[in-house]
């Protein structure tokens, strides 16, 4: 009996084993089906030109060669136009980190008249299509005198609502015993702002500068508008023109820009990555 039981045992334990095999199979096959057309970009940007116009497509190649990379260093202005896109998607995510949080921390802290009224006008304009306001919105801009300006693009950008959403979730859920402690100790609410609620907000802010910073990093529309000047130009938009300029057809410079544009982006993330999921994970344990 007891070996009948042994023996059952061992087999419901295998089919646990074999489920489980099977689970993580599924899970990282999938995650490699995603995978495979960065890694052909990836692949196809070390390509010499014979592999790349082969008529079987090689996923592993077996000979490589900088020469994609080079082209595009030396012919054209990526590099400038990968610093631009640094310095703007940076400033852009400081300046709304900041101005996000004070509108988000006023709106749960300080009591003021109308400030639901606001927080429901906040919410209403995800409703309101972003091209709608594209032409107000630009001669403005131009009437200040901000077109081909770094700060052309960044101050129309600088309140974002769904940031003030999602920062003003949190602050409600920061304990306000807290600050009541603080100004027992003598804190202004400028000290409070800065020393108390900033730091422990410090994930959640992380996470609305990896979203302000890749939304920027992909932006095309707005920039292309504002920034007028080719030496102005963000990465996406001279990637962009540069077959134009060029006339370049050629599928190793297509995928090698795209390799120069997206991996400073999975730097950032692989970077801010604890920081995301924390966020989340204090969203998540928080009412």
Avoid: C
């Amino acid at each position: 009996m007891s070996t009948e039981s042994s023996i059952l045992g061992n087999v419901s334990l295998s089919s646990d084993r074999l489920r489980t095999i099977a689970l993580y199979v599924g899970l990282y096959g999938t995650a490699g089906l995603f995978l495979i057309p960065y890694w052909y970009m990836f692949a196809t940007s070390l390509m010499t030109r014979e592999l790349v116009y082969s008529e079987v497509p090689h996923l592993i190649p077996w000979d490589l060669t900088l020469y994609w990379y080079d082209y595009l260093l030396t012919s054209s202005l990526v590099v400038q136009w990968t610093g631009n896109t640094i310095i703007l998607a940076g400033i852009t995510t400081l300046v709304v980190i900041l101005v996000d949080a004070m509108i988000a921390y006023s709106l749960t802290r300080l009591d003021w008249p109308g400030r639901r009224v606001i927080f429901g006008v906040i919410v209403a304009s995800f409703m309101v299509p972003g091209i709608i306001n594209l032409v107000p919105v630009y001669i403005i801009v131009s009437e200040l005198g901000l077109v081909n300006s770094i700060w052309g693009v960044v101050l129309p950008s600088a309140a974002n609502p769904l940031g003030v959403f999602m920062l003003v979730q949190f602050f409600k859920d920061l304990p306000e015993e807290l600050e009541e402690a603080a100004r027992l100790d003598g804190f202004s609410r400028l000290r409070i702002f800065t020393h108390i609620v900033l730091p422990l907000m410090r994930s959640a802010l992380a996470a609305l500068g990896l979203f302000i910073f890749i939304w920027t990093w992909n932006s095309f529309v707005w920039p292309l508008l504002i920034l007028q000047s080719e030496s102005m130009y963000t990465l996406p938009i001279g990637l962009v023109t540069l077959q134009e300029n060029m006339g370049v057809t050629e599928p190793g410079v297509i995928m090698t820009s795209a390799v120069i544009a997206s991996v400073p982006l999975l730097i950032v993330f692989l970077v801010m990555q604890k920081q995301l999921v924390r966020a989340v994970e204090m969203q998540g344990t928080t009412k």
